[in-house]
């Protein structure tokens, strides 16, 4: 089994897992793209946001930033390393999804069945780009980061259950708050703790193993080339 806490020790090392958490992030991307374009629901941290900006009259995107700082706050008071992946997470996914809107390669479904199949393999996608980008050591983004943290310490629960447990609080206060909850979005919590945690077994991967890198090492290492 593949020892995940020794990572990133070398200039090379860490500019190889860069380009590969990059690569992770891009598929994970896609697959925020594909759940959109199912049209069949938001995803549960959009329900969150949607239930905030009615209560609180804030501007959307300003919601967003606030849960994103709320969540990478608790990261910090649980002890979580904010790392290189953290920053990759920001710049990647969000111009990723951009350019696939450019492209406008997948077209919004227009049937109930057709968005669930694209829904679905959406889903897939996302636990792909999470599997490849968490096992790299640079950290995670701000909700991966979080969903990490459980893993350390409910070291009992899977983390497809971990999974489902959040994405469920977290669509339930949104739901509560006012935000629209769809068929996409109950599938989407049913269904990625599975299938996340079943390409963590297929790999024999288990997230709490391994020992994410701070940012300030990272950019050390990447400046003087020793750790």
Partial sequence: ?????????????????????????????????????????????????????????FLYGNVMIMVSLTV???????????????????????????????????????????????????IFLLAVGMRIYMALGLGCGPRDTFLVALCKRFPKLSIGALNVIMWATVTVIGWFLGGQVGLGTIVSVAAMGPVLNTLCKLTRFNAADVVHQNLLKTLKILITGEA
């Avoid at 994970?28 to 759940?35: C, E, M, Q, S």
């Avoid at 995803?43 to 946001?49: E, G, K, R």
């Fill in 1 to 57: 089994m593949k020892d995940y806490t020794n990572l990133n020790t070398t200039r090379k090392e860490v500019i190889r897992n860069m380009i590969l958490a990059s690569f992770g992030l891009f598929v994970f991307a896609v697959g925020v793209y594909l759940t959109i374009q199912a049209n069949i629901g938001v995803a549960p941290w959009d329900v969150l946001n949607q239930g905030l900006t009615k209560r609180t009259g």
């Fill in 72 to 122: 990478i706050l608790l990261d910090v008071l649980m002890k979580e390393p904010i790392g290189m992946g953290m920053l990759l997470d920001t710049l990647v996914v969000g111009k990723t999804v951009d350019l696939m809107n450019y492209l406008n390669l997948v077209k919004p479904r227009q049937t109930l069945w057709g968005g669930v199949l694209l829904l679905i393999a959406g």
